[in-house]
């Protein structure tokens, strides 16, 4: 009887098929676009990170190595590394934030998802730069964090972080929670119930569910998230700018600096391009260990 | 024998809703227990109540002797067989089985011979490697179990495991839990709504019906002496029957079933004040002859109806009154089970007249009233 079983269902077979015409038709826009707007631009920029500028800043059309030479000078690198360590920071400050909420929203009952999940949107629906003037206001000296904290004499004297690495780090955190908590959210939503039954029918706590099911099953998601805070968080400007007072400086500074008051082209494409060599290098780490096989 | 699990009074409220209302119950060591209802009746509610995935809003819940009822899940000495099987996806099929023992910190020695035996258990072996999503719903279904025998509980609780399977994979495997189950000695705690799947596999029946246990017994008496109209309609097929008793006498009373139909009944069946009762006859108690037969509750009727149905044939023949102007009839519908005798032709034919006759022993009153 044992070895006579039937199989009721087949393994799922994951196979991918090139897309035919109609399929190469209805992609056509989409590579048009990114022809365009990615393929080009960042060809241009490959081609002006070997070139020169003149005493104006116009760029003269000579090969050279100069420019990468230049990014290993010890201010750059450290520039370099300050930006990794702050994206780094604001990563894990993500994840240890989005994670709790991103699996609560999760396990929700599904009718209120849909709210929670507007709540996290709404703050989309205003301009990033309103945004981040709002929290200028609120943890600056006389500001609202401050006052109320004075008031409640939890601290002494006004606080002084308005400008500070705090602050900074405060604002990428702000900026990027959602795109930790969004990818985490899709996968822990994914995770059927009876799983976490199981596993607290086979004698695991909520600490060990968590460790061996829940982190386990969240990983697709864990990774994209990350992924989707730490790469754009290290190119951030806008955020160091303006709650940094521009004496945080990250690369992103240095980049926008180079195509605005230094007029350096050549020099702020090589960076660009380096950065870009980060980004992919780094993706591709990442992505073939996020890969988690689901039934 | 000594209890296993014992149920004092266990009452569970969803808000308003009572899905468990004082369920009272002993379950016996290396019994195979079956809680049979419709969907809805609370069966798995008590299943979840004795896992510890609900709290009981009132009454106690002991497993070995032991009240768990505020214990949690993790800290109970049972086992569960999921109905949807709750495999990981992320571990594979010996990293499945070996989970529980490694949540019970099992040297990683002794847990690769368990995991090993477990496997043999099922037929398993040699598929340790291979990923859920590999698997077949049966062999998914077979994880399952050893995943939950490997821990070596107390008790085992198996909610519907069979349900998603094919009916002759069901089937096998209805007979190989069980030897499973005669093998182990642990007592198994079995949900279902397949009446069928009850009888074959169980030692005991508690059939539920609306958060109550309706009757308990074991196979032969839920199916032959059903003691509510629910059981007797529930498990198998029965003819209920509206009576008004219309005389006693000696060992027999008559009752009236309709315009012209008088049946006799054992008289102790039957309390003396009752003046109205509801009997149930299994359909495969109801013999059918072509000539009348000289014997006592033989009723002339017509077939209304014929359905093949493999092994049986499945009849509707109606009992006294008299055919209206309209076409319909008056009297009673009886439906009938006879084996098929002839592999060549159909012995009965819908418009037929035939006799049914009914033996005293196989009337069954589940209800009555003065």
């Known amino acids: ?42 060809a241009i920029l490959f081609a002006y990170s070997f070139c020169q500028r003149d005493e104006l800043g116009f760029v003269v059309w000579e090969f050279s190595w100069e420019n990468y030479a230049r990014i290993a000078d010890p201010v750059y690198l450290k520039i370099f590394g300050r930006s990794l360590w702050y994206a780094g920071l604001t990563t894990v400050l993500c994840l240890l934030i989005g994670y709790p909420v991103a699996y609560y929203i999760a396990r929700a009952p599904a009718s209120r998802r849909p709210t929670l999940l507007m709540l996290l949107m709404i703050p989309f629906w205003i301009s990033f730069l309103l945004r981040t003037y709002a929290w200028i206001s609120l943890l600056k000296a006389d500001g609202l964090v ?59 706590g909520p600490w060990r569910t968590l460790a061996h099911v829940i982190l386990p099953l969240t990983k697709p998601g864990i990774f994209a998230g990350v992924l989707l805070v730490f790469v754009p968080s290290i190119g951030m400007f ?31 494409a090589a960076l660009g391009i380096t950065f870009l060599a980060l980004f992919v290098i780094s993706f591709w780490f990442l992505h073939d260990r996020g890969e988690v096989k689901r039934t | 024998m000594e209890t296993m699990v014992e149920l004092r009074g266990v009452t569970k409220r969803f808000g308003a809703f009572t899905a468990v209302d004082s369920v009272d119950l002993q379950i016996r060591q290396g019994e195979f227990m079956t809680f049979l209802g419709p969907s809805g009746c609370g069966k798995t509610t008590l299943l979840r109540l004795i896992s510890g995935f609900e709290t009981a809003t009132a009454g106690r819940v002991l497993i070995g002797g032991r009240d768990v009822t505020d214990v949690p899940p993790y800290k109970r000495d049972v ?36 995991v090993g035996e477990a496997l043999e258990l099922v037929s398993l072996q040699g598929l340790e490697k291979r990923r859920p999503h590999e698997l077949s719903g049966g062999q998914r279904q077979r994880v399952a179990l050893a995943r939950a025998i490997v821990c070596r509980p107390q008790v085992l609780l198996l909610d519907e495991p069979l349900s998603a399977l094919d009916a002759k994979l069901r089937h096998s495997m209805q007979f190989e839990l069980k030897n499973l189950q005669r093998q182990l000695g642990i007592t198994f705690i079995f949900v279902t709504h397949d009446q069928e799947e009850a009888l074959i596999m169980s030692d005991r029946i508690a059939v539920i019906n609306k958060g109550r246990i309706e009757q308990l017994g074991d196979a032969t008496q839920i199916y032959h002496a059903p003691a ?37 009944v054992k008289k102790e069946t039957l309390q003396d004040s009752t003046s109205q009762a509801l009997l149930s006859v299994r359909p495969e108690k109801i013999y059918i002859t072509k000539t009348k037969p000289a014997k006592e509750n033989a009723f002339k009727g017509t077939i209304e109806e014929e359905v ?60 009555q009233k003065a």
Request: glycine content about 8%.
């Open chain 1, 146 to 204: 401050s006052a109320t904290l004075e008031m409640l004499h939890l601290i002494p004297e006004p606080l002084e972080i308005l400008y500070k690495p705090a602050a900074v780090l405060i604002g990428l955190v702000y900026t990027y929670l959602p795109f930790m908590i969004l990818p985490i959210y899709t996968s822990a939503e994914k995770i059927e119930n009876s799983l976490i039954e199981a596993s607290m029918n086979l004698g695991a």
């Open chain 2, 228 to 264: 509510t109209a629910f059981t007797a309609d529930f498990i198998g097929e029965a003819n209920l029957l509206k009576s008004q008793v219309v005389y006693r006498n000696g060992i027999l009373a008559r009752v009236r079933l309709t315009e012209g139909v008088e049946l006799a």
């Open chain 1, 1 to 42: 009887m044992a070895g006579t079983i039937v199989a009721t269902d087949t393994p799922a077979a994951g196979g991918r098929k090139p897309p035919g015409r109609a399929g190469w038709l209805l992609l056509a826009p989409l590579l048009a676009w990114l022809a365009c707007f990615v393929v080009a631009p960042t």
């Open chain 2, 79 to 114: 086992n569960q067989v999921f109905q949807s099987y709750a495999i990981f996806p992320h571990l594979n099929v010996a990293d499945n089985v070996a989970f529980g023992l490694r949540m019970r910190n099992v040297p990683a020695a002794e847990r690769a011979k368990r």
């Open chain 2, 308 to 367: 093949f149905r493999g092994a049986m044939d499945e009849l509707r023949i109606r009992i006294g009154g008299t055919p209206a102007a309209n076409g319909s009839h008056t009297g009673l519908s009886l439906m009938a089970m006879v084996p098929n005798e002839s592999s060549h032709e159909r012995s009965w034919h819908k418009g037929d007249t035939v006799y049914c006759t009914i033996h005293t022993d196989d009337i069954v009153v589940v209800e």
């Open chain 1, 238 to 268: 806008a955020v160091n700018d303006l709650m940094g007072g521009g004496k945080v400086d990250m690369i992103g500074n240095v980049i926008q600096n180079q195509f605005g008051q230094a007029r350096d082209w050549p020099f702020g």
